[in-house]
Nanobody
Framework: QVQLVESGGGLVQAGDSLRLSCATFGRTFNNYPMGWFRQAPGKEREFVAGISWSGGTTAYADSVKGRFTISRDAPKNTVHLQMNSLSPEDTAVYYC????????????????????WGQGTQVTVSS
């Protein structure tokens, strides 16, 4: 059974940091680009960050560039999202997702290109 399980969310204050993790099961996820998305109340799901299958290429939404870092730990089949300098605008449910195309060099912002999703983890940033 293919599964993505996010963890690491929580309630923090503005300026704090959080590290989200996405554990993957049931598929050779190391062969696939991975992405992080988020959805705030009343808003559409939006792309946050993506990483190639090798980890050598990353992409970020402008709103998080310079504050968030995506990485992957191949031996542990895990993808991380380090979030620094958090602001209330970062409050959302964060989802990790696996791109449908293996060996891809980029996990971009088009959600339709991802075929497996986690259940999400809540991040709340208070002012």
């Amino acid at each position: 059974q293919v599964q993505l399980v996010e963890s690491g969310g929580g309630l923090v204050q503005a300026g704090d940091s959080l590290r989200l993790s996405c554990a993957t099961f049931g598929r050779t996820f190391n062969n696939y680009p991975m992405g992080w998305f988020r959805q705030a109340p009343g808003k559409e799901r939006e792309f946050v960050a993506g990483i190639s299958w090798s980890g050598g290429t990353t992409a970020y939404a402008d709103s998080v560039k310079g504050r968030f870092t995506i990485s992957r730990d191949a031996p542990k089949n895990t993808v991380h999202l380090q979030m620094n300098s958090l602001s209330p605008e970062d409050t959302a449910v964060y989802y990790c997702a696996s791109h449908r195309t293996p060996w891809g060099t980029m996990a971009g912002p088009n959600a339709a290109q991802y075929d497996y999703w986690g259940q999400g983890t809540q991040v709340t940033v208070s002012s």
